[in-house]
Nanobody, 120 residues
Framework: VQLQAFGGGLVQAGGYLRLSCTVYGRAFSNYNLGWFRQAPGKEQEFVASITASGYTQYAGSVKGRFTIARDNAKNTASLQMNSLKPEDTAIYLC???????????????WGQGTEVTVSS
């Protein structure tokens, strides 16, 4: 399984971006998907996830501003990010894991990151 994320860029505070992640592999619909981020000098943190059945979870810092979705027909996951803040600046990574594996995606598959910079 390979993942490729794209859609990052530079945006002003209050703006929006949409990240996408294409998953190459079989049985995409059976995977739980997640987005994580790592800001400069900080540890990686969970952003959002969506299960195979469509159940979503969000970090408190992004809830109400970010929306995760999946398109099983296109093998893609997306992260719509609205009302962006400078503290959202980070490398964003997408991940996929099989069902019944650790929810932190530690045994899952990871793509390369896409950089998001929010200017104040």
């Amino acid at each position: 399984v390979q993942l490729q994320a794209f859609g990052g860029g530079l945006v002003q505070a209050g703006g929006y971006l949409r990240l996408s992640c294409t998953v190459y592999g079989r049985a995409f619909s059976n995977y739980n998907l997640g987005w994580f981020r790592q800001a400069p000098g900080k540890e990686q943190e969970f952003v959002a996830s969506i299960t195979a059945s469509g159940y979503t979870q969000y970090a408190g810092s992004v809830k109400g501003r970010f929306t995760i979705a999946r398109d099983n027909a296109k093998n893609t996951a997306s992260l719509q990010m609205n009302s962006l803040k400078p503290e959202d600046t980070a490398i964003y990574l997408c991940a996929a894991r099989r069902m019944f594996t650790p929810s932190d995606f530690s045994t899952g598959f990871w793509g390369q990151g896409t950089e998001v910079t929010v200017s104040s």
